[in-house]
């Protein structure tokens, strides 16, 4: 048996490996543009198949090994249900790291690496069975479970947490003080900014521009999250608009304003779901890219109901989702 290590993200989209020696140093990556999106269109995972199948190649190829050289196939994310490689089961929250390790999955797959995948599960909600009264409370993740598990890692321990993982799908985790992920939240706000911001009329007042690091405007975000709480999404978004034609406000501000508005429902979402447990003194974490990251960070501490706000700011370019498959599988 070799001793290095691969991690494997795939998505909805793409698909991601990393290639691990045994000092925890990422020694090759590789990408592909390929996901469970292409299993949902084409009826099969082939395509998915291939292109884990070329990644795991291409790192070993770039660092000079074969699979003979590896310890250990990690995989997470959306490549464990069933429009991915194999289908896990969620594990149920509350689950810890070591929880996840233990449910992890080793599978045979020779097509794809002549070493078995071990596949790592995602987490659900504990409502045992969803209905029209409490279906709200019920959400699921795969991959954010392991993103959440690096945060665990890197922020100090025994404390109440909630992870803010900013995307198209927009992802909370909270986490009680014993290392636990608790409940997780979805919201697509991440989709409706994209759609305002291209699919509406309000298009034209945004140039078809989102907000950008270069060009984040604290106040502008904060004023479409005010107008957003008090009219609603629908007309703070319309808003905009008169915003554009009436006072001549740039593109540029005006995308700060729909950034404002697009993220304002997930801040009653925060307090009002039941899907997640936190209190004010639970400390939140927020990861992404700017300037969403900032825009979140703001908006919650113009709010005031969290006392504590961090922002993770990576020391490398390795992504949580590499760190945490990692973390889970050799830590615990």
């Known amino acids: 048996m070799g001793s290095y290590i691969i991690t494997i993200d795939s998505g909805t989209t793409n698909t991601r490996a990393f290639l691990w020696n045994d000092d925890r140093r990422v020694v090759a990556r590789a990408k592909r543009e390929v996901g469970v999106r292409n299993t949902a269109i084409d009826g099969n995972n082939r ?15 770039k660092s000079g090994l ?27 929250a509350p689950v810890g790291i070591g929880d996840l390790a233990a449910a992890a999955k080793q599978v045979s797959l020779p097509e794809v ?14 409502v045992e069975t969803v209905d029209l009264t409490n279906f709200e409370s019920m959400d699921i993740m795969r991959g954010e479970e392991v993103e959440s598990a690096a945060l665990m890692e890197i ?22 003080a014993g290392g636990k992920i608790t409940g997780c939240l979805t919201s697509i706000s991440g989709e409706l900014l994209s759609c305002i911001t291209n699919d509406t009329i309000i298009a034209d007042a945004v140039n078809r521009k989102f907000a950008s690091a270069e060009t984040y405007d604290r106040q502008m975000v904060l004023l479409g999250y005010e107008t957003a709480r008090k009219t609603g999404i629908g007309r703070a978004c319309f808003s905009a608009r008169i915003l554009s034609q009436f006072s001549g406000q740039s593109s540029e501000m005006l995308s700060n304003y729909i950034l404002g508005v697009a993220l304002q429902s997930d801040v009653t979402s925060i307090r009002s779901s039941g899907a997640l ?56």
Not at 113 to 126: E, L, M, R
Not at 278 to 307: H, K, W
């Open 47 to 61: 395509k998915l198949r291939e292109g884990v199948k070329d990644c795991i190649h291409e790192v070993l190829s």
């Open 66 to 92: 074969g699979e003979s050289d590896l310890k250990s196939v990690l995989a997470s994310g959306m490549i464990s249900s069933n429009v991915g490689l194999v289908e896990i089961p969620h594990c149920v």
């Open 113 to 126: 690496c002549s070493v078995p995948i071990t596949f790592i599960p995602g987490v659900k909600n504990a």
């Open 155 to 176: 922020f100090p321990q025994g404390r109440e947490y909630l992870f803010l993982l900013p995307g198209s799908h927009m992802k909370f985790v909270s986490v009680n």
């Open 277 to 332: 447990t936190v209190r004010q003194q639970t400390e939140v974490v927020i990861a992404g890219n700017m300037p969403v990251q900032q825009a979140i960070s703001d908006i919650l501490e113009y709010d005031g109901y969290f006392r504590n706000i961090h922002a993770y700011i990576p020391q490398s370019d390795i992504p949580l989702s590499a760190l945490g498959a990692w973390t889970i599988m050799n830590v615990h």
